[in-house]
């Protein structure tokens, strides 16, 4: 069972910057897409930014110029640059990694999350 670990997150005034960590650690065959998604209290979980294996990103119009997501595949890591960070950001912050995993003799379909990490900006 491939298991998510995230690390980075805290309490930043407006206007800092903060660098989220996961790391993929299991019986990993190939790691595709990996992405961060936030859930504020109160609202909806929202894909935050994302990328494939092939480096592409895409990112929310709400964060896109202010947050970078980047990849260690060597590493089976995904970061999210957070800079010029808004109270609006402030959220519980998941990542997620879809790929395949190692199942006895054949590789299966996994899709898995991390436990969260609080991000809060004060004003």
């Known amino acids: 069972q491939v298991q998510l670990v995230e690390s980075g997150g805290g309490l930043v005034q407006t206007g800092g910057a903060l660098r989220l960590s996961c790391a993929a650690s299991?019986?990993?065959?190939?790691?595709?897409?990996m992405g961060w998604y936030r859930q504020a209290p109160g609202k909806q979980r929202e894909l935050v930014a994302s990328?494939?294996?092939?480096?592409?990103?895409n990112y929310a119009d709400s964060v896109r110029g202010r947050f970078t997501i980047s990849r260690d595949n060597a590493k089976n890591t995904v970061y999210l640059q957070m800079n010029s960070l808004k109270t609006e950001d402030t959220a519980v912050y998941y990542c997620?990694?879809?790929?395949?995993?190692?199942?006895?003799?054949?590789?299966?379909?996994?899709?898995?999350w991390g436990q969260g990490t609080q991000v809060t900006v004060s004003s």
């Open positions: 299991g019986r990993i065959f190939r790691l595709n897409g």
């Open positions: 990328i494939n294996s092939r480096g592409t990103t």
């Open positions: 997620n990694a879809d790929g395949s995993e190692i199942d006895g003799y054949s590789p299966r379909a996994f899709n898995s």
